[in-house]
């Protein structure tokens, strides 16, 4: 790879990184497994940095290898650990209202099907389309749609978000 | 408190990543993927051409592969050498004895130091958190296990190679207070599954806990205090 290559590499992973980490924290819930799939995700579009540069939307690229990764490591995933549905005992001490707000959302997210989360997480924080969201997941526009409202209905019901909005909205 | 969409929400509760991902790392990363990928390519070739050969590969003297992808060197003068490409297993539950190292406790919240063993017989490496259960009076618990929490299990998970007879370590914290009516619940042991594991080995605790109080950090090769 020529020097202006990976220049060109340095400055996508530079504005984009912290996007990809909070998706992925959305995913997974954890700060070092977002990390760890976002550099699979980057690794990979580097081994095919001549296709993913020259597409359309090396965003929506990169963004379907990390879902597919999150969707791979999910099916992986070891027997012990349990999603918590329940806030945990405040062992510590107070906890600031951020973190309590953090820990409700990521066990809310657990509660829900990687798809609706996949979803909920492409549409409404990285606001993209539905079209692209059905192509990063490769689904129909119309399996978005209704996943999606499913995932809205079920943070909306969610005891664990009640003091944190007034009805969820889209 | 204000009605909010749903992108705010999550965004909010994202926040912003505590560490900046580098350029080298991701760059040593797509190394190591070509690297596995070719050395997956090249063993399936080896495969390929031992199955030409017959029962001579299964003769006495002739090379054990257990868990290792060993690839060598060509031994015929003409083909060209091969860059020899060796995985480390990972460490599993079936080869690790484990025992309770310390316990502590105060206000109410405990602390168990564990130490594993590595008795497989081989060098392994083990990274991530492992997972938890706990035996009451009505079978296991399912409890439901928390990473970090507290300032020493909320260190990132690193690899770690551990020899044959190497020992690693992990900590878990459980509280045993009891709160809005719930009762803590005894156990007679734990038991305990390896990072990527699907089997698990016994823990031989005891105690009182709250099930979903129980946090723990990742597996390490630093001897808790």
């Known amino acids: ?170 | 408190m204000n009605d909010r969409s749903i992108g705010e929400l999550l965004r909010d509760a994202a926040g912003d990543p505590p560490t900046d991902i580098g350029v080298p790392s991701v760059l040593a990363r797509a190394r190591r993927q070509r690297m596995v990928i070719a050395g997956q390519v090249t063993a399936a070739a080896a495969v390929v051409a031992l199955g030409g050969f017959g029962l001579a590969a299964l003769q006495p003297g002739a090379a054990k592969h257990d868990n290792n992808v060993q690839i060598g060197s060509s031994s015929t003068p003409s083909a060209p050498a091969t860059t020899a490409i060796t995985t480390t297993p990972r460490c599993v539950s079936a080869g690790s004895a484990m025992h309770v190292l310390s316990t502590q406790g105060a206000a109410g919240t405990m602390r168990v130091a564990v130490r594993i063993v590595n008795t497989s017989g081989h060098t392994c490496t083990v990274t991530g958190y492992p997972g938890m259960d706990f035996y009451g009076a009505h079978g296991w618990m399912g409890v439901r296990v928390n990473r970090g929490g507290f300032p020493d299990i909320s260190g990132r998970p690193h690899t770690v190679t551990v020899r044959a007879g190497g020992t690693t370590y992990f900590v878990f914290y459980f509280s045993d207070v009891v709160t809005n009516g719930s009762s803590c619940k005894s156990f007679s042991k734990a038991e305990v599954t390896m990072p990527n594991d699907t089997h698990s080995a016994m823990l031989a605790t005891t105690g009182c806990l709250i099930p979903t109080s129980v946090r723990l950090g990742p597996v390490t090769a630093v001897r808790p205090q």
């Open chain 1, 1 to 170: 790879m020529s020097r202006d290559t990976q220049d060109a590499f340095a400055a996508f992973v530079a504005s984009r990184q912290r996007g990809l980490q909070r998706t992925a924290w959305l995913l997974t819930g954890d700060w070092a497994a977002a990390e760890d799939l976002v550099q699979n995700a980057l690794a990979k579009a580097w081994r095919r940095w001549d296709r993913v540069s020259s597409a359309d939307d090396p965003d929506a690229y990169v963004r379907r290898v990390l879902v597919n990764e999150f969707a791979s490591s999910w099916r992986r995933r070891w027997r012990g650990e349990i999603p918590t549905a329940d806030l945990p005992e405040r062992l510590g001490g107070d906890i600031a209202d951020g973190a309590v707000m953090r820990v409700a959302v990521a066990s809310a997210l657990t509660r829900l099907t990687k798809r609706q989360r996949a979803v909920l997480v492409l549409r409404y924080v990285d606001d993209l389309p539905e079209a692209q969201v059905a192509a990063a997941l490769g689904c129909a526009v119309g399996t978005v749609k209704s996943t999606g409202s499913k995932a809205l209905a079920r943070l909306r019901e969610d005891p664990l978000l009640a003091g944190f909005h007034e009805g969820v909205r889209p």
